[in-house]
């Protein structure tokens, strides 16, 4: 039968379910299928800390969220247009952030006396009138699916436990998905279980052949691909691109890679795909704890290696010290922290950006540390390269700030041609850099005229010391924790020269902001009076509050910050064109706090810690009233708040 | 090698796969390995003769200078790296094993030396010292046994006796100490050795085999701290006394320790473990054919583990001293260096070739 196509700009899907009911799997294969056929897209995972958490409830629900369209979006969306929900669990904890009017498909199988308690409603929301403001098609996703896979003899458990292949057949007729990369997966996935193979592909068919011949769906829909500029794309979340990063910075600057890490949510990923690539030189070491983790790369570091320590926030904490002894030994070495929600063990699965000060001030004594952040899971990549190109080029640690959004949430990358990555020389000295003279005051009792190793002698224009490793002839030297005499790094304890070695480390980390391109200045028509200010992965729904701004007709600008320590040069001068500063943030201020003491501008923070990522509407809203006030009109964003599926502009 | 002659053969070496001076330059000594900064211990301090004994014994091992590391922790005897003509960091306090081994991990052409004490390996680094035990990684860890807190002035150590009145225990420390060799043997080390500051030939010779081990060497030196402990090791070092208070270790020998050999070491029945008896013909004593032969090499750590109880936990007046336990395991960092040959064995095409095939790899499409 034919049935009704319609076209849409964009569309917002939640599947939600049981933590083991496969959520993730079902909306990353959706996104992936999506990807292939050239939408933009955005997700957001949201899953529980356990890993089973008690079947059917609240607490259980595991959920994924994709936002695709046909033009360039830049978050997850706010409220999802399609929740689908595999039991009563999943509809209760989700229903409060669907708007009127959204599509609903539930699975009714478990909607159960048993169940509808456990979720917490007295009567069944499917029977009553509660649900009346939404398109709720009731079905039962798991019965149809039990009938699909009869043939293949599985268990009812097993047999049931293809039900989110049959909800992601559904939904992919529903969009227009195409079903090959789907199935191709799901072949290779269990090739060694024919059965459980053929019953999942069997369900996957089935789902939409359901939504394509029963009359339960009279339209069906269209989101045409978006225009990108032209390239190879795939699919990535952010951990991937990362450790792709990564990789790429070890075959850049020719270094092997040495990664010493603990595992921890959400950063033990980019552990397990490094832990893949050995052939490129990569070793990785699931060292005893967080503190061996990165004392084993700072030892890599001192020995020609590029270390690094994968983390999040608590991990962090353990390494100060040992961040510290990378500070003053000035050696290369990468810290990367995928935040999460703290403080303590805090919100393990959930994203947060409030580590930011943790980096910059963590640690005894003036320890300065180069930050850099990511503002989108393709660009964890590009910034992982430039995390490297510092390290090695400053000799120091650099501490790169990711979150578990940016972690686990993906997004279309163009993969970039190598030609376009940076060549990283790691300078190894080899041979000695100082002549011996009478007038040496260094206390080694060398000869007139004898050329030695200085560890601590540095090159003018970066203040980097030489990087000598061991077995390279003549520069034996030592290196540690206590205080370096400037130039020759033995031990002193002068106060002078203290005094002299804390502001040049400073300096150095300072010199890093000669090395940085302008400032990106979004402000289309240098009419804004109000800007925005950024880092990390509030990139999107900053951009995506902002389009809604000026869609309405007003102006506003933005400026999102790659780093953090150094701020950026021409930061100062950008901040004092604009009458009003607003930072949004996932956390109560951080770089706020920074901006204000360092340019003494008044800026106004926006500071959600929920474990989400920023609404765009509502940020739309913050940035409306400061537009409001500093340039004393009315605003009203009303018309920038629905959809246009005309024009599908800027929803975010 | 110089030192006291063991009893062990030799078998694959630690030192293997360190280059080694050229034969026509001339022969290192121990001012080879001496850098110009001045030695800053106490007066006194056992360390001093531990670090002439290891500038003396370094030249024995024949490897290009620059190919050796040492690195410490913090404590007194962590000073240790700066007084060495070779590559060396002083790190921070207890981590130098989990240093010790990215630096091992990633090179294999270096001979890795950890110099610790055991406040900075049994209490603060702990965690580390045990890991690297189990993984055998290819180092010799020195550890510095004081029984005392020197640099911090005077308080407990995790090896100083119950009782023990300091700074920090006025009316007596609580705490149970660690036996560091039974905790050795208990982390899986599969070389496990005691020797004494002062005695330098059983000292270099101990340090000898360490080297030559592949794998986690773990020494522990008794040293005299003079200043906050001093004669803690009097019993083993005093020419009176030692005779009655060192049990020695030699493979393949009878362990007899006393005047003229008159006690040893024989297999407790009752407990499982090992006792002192008298030995001699008489009725009450045990025949010298009965003495417990020492076999350092025996894969079961049992006996080792046995002979390790019989260190006086309180003040010492009895300790084994030697080589406790010697046997071949592979080694963490050959094993890590073997699965990256073997993952880049199969592969075709340069890095950047690779590389640009991983990264465009996937589910991908174009746009035009």
Known sequence: MSKQVKRLDRVIIRFAGDSGDGMQLTGDRFTQESAVYGNDLSTLPNFPAEIRAPQGTLPGVSSFQVHFADHDILTPGDAPDVLVAMNPAALRANLGDLPKGATIVVDTHDFTARNLTKAGYADNPLEDESLEEYAVHALDLTGMTVEAVKEFGLSRKDAARAKNMFALGLLSWLYGRPTESTIAFLQKRFAKVPDIRDANVAAYRAGWNFGETTETFVVSYEIKPAPMPTGTYRNITGNLALSYGLIAGGVQSGLPIFLGSYPITPASDILHELSKHKSFGVTTFQAEDEIAGIGAAIGASFSGSLGITTTSGPGITLKSESIGLAVMTELPLLVIDVQRGGPSTGLPTKTEQADLLQAMFGRNGESPVPIVAPRSPGDCFDAALEAIRIAITYRTPVMLLSDGMLANGSEPWRVPELSELPEIDPGFATEPNHVVSTSSTNGRGSTDGKREFWPYLRDEQTLARPWAIPGTPGLEHRIGGLEKGDGHGNISYDPANHDFMVRTRAAKVERIAESLPPLEVDDPDGNAKVLVLGWGSTYGPIGAGVRRVRKAGYHVAQVHLRHLNPLPRDLGEILERYDKVLIPEMNLGQLALLVRARYLVDAVGYNHVRGLPLKAAELAEAIGNLVADAEGIEVDLTGAETVDATTGRDEG | ?368
């Not at chain 2, 592949?214 to 009176?240: H, L, M, W």
């Open chain 2, 1 to 368: 090698m110089s030192g006291t002659d063991l009893g062990l053969p030799a078998v694959r070496s630690g030192i293997e796969l360190v280059p080694s001076v050229d034969e026509d330059t001339p022969a290192q000594t121990g001012k080879d390995f001496t850098s110009n900064q001045e030695v800053r211990w106490c007066p006194g301090c056992g360390d001093y003769a531990v670090l002439k004994a290891v500038q003396g014994f370094l030249p024995d091992l024949g490897l290009r200078r620059e190919n050796i590391v040492f690195v410490s922790g913090i404590g007194c005897s962590s000073r240790f790296p700066y007084y060495l003509e070779t590559y060396g960091m002083h790190s921070i306090h207890g981590r130098a094993p989990s240093i010790a081994t990215g630096i091992a991990t990633s090179r294999e052409d270096l001979s890795v030396w950890v110099v610790t004490g055991e406040g900075d390996a049994l209490s603060i680094g702990g965690n580390h010292l045990i890991h690297a035990l189990r993984r055998n990684v290819n180092m010799t860890i020195l550890l510095f046994n004081n029984r005392i807190y020197g640099l911090t002035k005077g308080q407990y150590s995790p090896t100083s006796e119950t009782g023990k009145i300091t700074k920090s225990t006025p009316m007596g420390s609580l705490d149970h100490p660690f036996n560091p060799v039974s905790l050795a043997l208990g982390a899986e080390a599969t070389f496990v050795a005691r020797t004494i500051d002062s005695d330098r030939k059983h000292l270099t010779g101990v340090l000898s085999a360490a080297a030559g081990h592949r794998g986690t060497s773990f020494v522990e030196i008794y040293q005299n701290c003079p200043i906050f402990n001093d004669g803690a090791f009097d019993a083993v070092k005093s020419p009176v006394t030692r005779d009655e208070a060192i049990i020695p270790l030699v493979h393949g020998e009878p362990i007899r320790f006393g005047t003229d050999g008159s006690r040893g070491l024989i297999r407790d029945s009752a407990t499982g473990g090992v006792k002192v008896v008298a030995v001699g013909d008489e009725p009450d004593q045990v025949s010298a054919d009965d003495v417990l032969v020492h076999d350092a090499f025996s894969p079961d750590a049992t006996t080792a583990f046995a002979i390790s109880r019989l260190t006086d936990a309180g003040r010492l007046h009895q300790a084994p001293i030697g080589i406790f336990r010697q046997v071949s395991r592979p080694t963490y960092d050959d094993l890590a260096r073997d699965q990256i040959a073997q993952a880049g064995a199969g592969v075709t095409g340069s890095k950047s070739e690779r590389l640009a095939a991983l990264i465009g790899g996937g589910d991908t499409w174009t746009v035009a």
